[in-house]
């Protein structure tokens, strides 16, 4: 007996230091500091712009390579002094780069595009291998991405003339990244089956970075993801297509439903199109399904994305007006509707996300204000803060 009691007299104050210890584990305070992060899109290699910083005719892989040099210089710039989220502070860590498709351009052969296994390797270049940003945690930022109907397209063929006829170099690598495997390949990946639709928790909202638009299809795999999800916890969509998606995106509804130079549906979203059968109808079914959605999952408090390749801030009311989601569009360093002809216009999105008062702010970024000296600082642009309350 005596000998038991002694046991337990040298082990009690043993047992409470452990117990305090894992007290203070279980308080840990989890980091409350604002989140930043960088949003462009469409970076289309393959293609050439027009003009860039004196030259003509100039490449992808060249532009795309001057913009994330830019992008690593982020981090020594101060952000403007207006009203937006650490508005007057030094930029100093950048978290993540959000990518919103359209890594390679179609390869039609009367555009002479390159392969999409070569798009890929030098996306890999500019954007995995030279991007040099580092988050809070000195770990270089982490590039979350999804494809675009360009890279969707190479993968299941297209109704012009492609060389080669298939190519799903840059779906491989899109879901091998994103999903930390090595295990598909441009010879493996299965459109049909291999869908890039994952999620992650940052600073408190929950990010939804889906394959395209949230079709029928895709909102399948979202009911799913949502209910692990508190209602209190906002929520993010990030696509490539725009909330008022195109028509000829869907699959076709005619005959076997094919891809053809006829009906002219890119089949690269699941759900059949029923809103007409062709694809100059427009999408109000398509769009009422996902608002319906919307309505019922009312903790989606933005979306970002890319396909319409224009800087651009605004409320997506769905087809009959009677729904109000936050939206922002990104340009495209190859194709923007109003960089394409005024290289000065060249824009990317800087994004604060505050985890305290659950508010995101994105500011546009005029990267290439002064085309003959490309060394010149960047310029702030427009910016919107978004409550995700």
């Known amino acids: 007996m005596k000998k038991s009691i002694c046991k337990a007299f040298y082990l009690a104050p043993l047992v409470a230091l452990l117990f305090t210890a894992c007290k203070k584990d279980d308080n840990k305070q989890e980091d409350q500091s604002p989140v930043q992060f960088i949003f462009t899109s469409d970076a289309h290699y393959g293609i050439v712009r027009a003009a860039f910083q004196g030259k003509t005719n100039v490449d992808a892989h060249t532009v795309n ?114 999903f930390k495997t090595s295990t598909k390949t441009a010879a493996n990946f299965n459109p049909k089956t291999d869908r890039i639709n994952y999620s992650r928790d940052i600073a408190g909202v929950h990010f939804c970075f889906i394959q395209m638009w949230p079709d029928s299809s895709v909102r399948v795999w979202m009911e799913s993801d949502l209910k692990a999800v508190a209602e209190t916890t906002p929520v993010v969509i990030v696509a490539h297509d725009q909330p008022a998606v195109v028509s000829n995106h869907f699959t076709n509804p005619n005959g076997d439903h094919g891809i053809n130079n006829t009906d002219k549906f890119d089949n690269v979203l699941d759900e059949m199109f029923k809103s007409g059968k062709t694809a100059s109808v427009a999408d109000v079914i398509e769009q009422r399904g996902f608002v319906a959605f919307l309505k019922k999952h009312t903790n989606i408090k933005a979306y970002l994305h890319g396909h319409a390749h224009e800087s651009k801030f605004y409320t997506y009311a769905g087809p009959d007006n009677d729904v109000a989601l936050p939206t922002v569009g990104a340009d495209s360093p190859m194709k923007g509707v109003v960089s394409g002809a005024d290289e000065t216009k060249l824009t990317y999105h800087f994004g604060v996300l505050d985890p305290k008062t659950k508010t995101m702010t994105i500011r546009e970024v005029y990267w290439n204000p002064e085309p003959a000296n490309p060394a010149a600082a960047i310029k702030w642009g427009n910016k919107i803060t978004i409550s995700l309350k």
């Open 65 to 178: 390579a001057a913009m994330i040099a830019k992008i690593n210089g982020m981090p020594d710039l101060t952000l403007p002094a207006d009203d937006g989220l650490n508005a007057s502070q030094k930029i100093g860590s950048i978290d993540y780069l959000f990518e919103g498709g359209d890594i390679a351009n179609r390869m039609e052969v009367s555009a002479a595009v390159q392969t999409g296994a070569a798009s890929w390797e030098q996306f890999k270049t500019d954007y995995l291998q030279n991007l040099s940003i580092k988050g809070k945690n000195g770990q270089k930022a982490e590039v979350l991405m999804v494809p675009g109907n360009h890279d969707v397209s190479n993968s299941i063929g297209y109704y012009a003339v492609m060389s080669p006829v298939t190519d799903a170099s840059s779906m491989a690598n899109i879901y091998n990244l994103m």
